[in-house]
């Protein structure tokens, strides 16, 4: 997966500050960074064990407003912690840990009778 993040080193600035508002807003552009939402799943599950049910995973703007909700209402979050995990979770990425799958081409009519003809 390619990430079409702010560059690392202004990111670990960000992570030092300890505010909340910075963390949202890497959170964000995160979550809307990725292609399909299955992968949006597993990446809070792994990262911040936060799991919602299916109906939230349908559209990413309900996703980040349910994961900003989950960390605006703890105050007892350290952000820098969450920094950390975030951090490691983009380590794992660039190490290629987890396998990045190229979305599905949608078939249009031209495969469907492409696919007939070589039935016939």
């Known amino acids: 997966m390619e990430f079409n993040l702010m560059p690392l080193n202004e990111f670990n600035k960000l992570a030092k500050k300890d505010q909340p508002t910075y963390f949202y807003g890497a959170i964000s552009q ?34 980040v407003s349910r994961t900003i909700k989950i960390f605006f209402n703890d105050s007892s979050i350290n952000f820098k912690e969450q920094y950390k995990k975030l ?18 081409k ?3 009519a031209n495969d469907y009778l492409e696919k007939w003809l070589r039935g016939i």
């Open 30 to 63: 995160t979550i809307f960074s990725f292609n399909g939402n299955k992968e949006i799943t597993l990446f809070l599950k792994t990262t911040f064990n936060i799991e919602f049910k299916d109906y939230v995973f349908r559209a990413k703007p309900l996703i």
């Open 106 to 108: 949608k078939s249009n």
């Open 87 to 104: 951090l490691n979770y983009y380590a794992n990425q660039k190490d290629g840990s987890t396998t990045n799958k190229t979305p599905n």
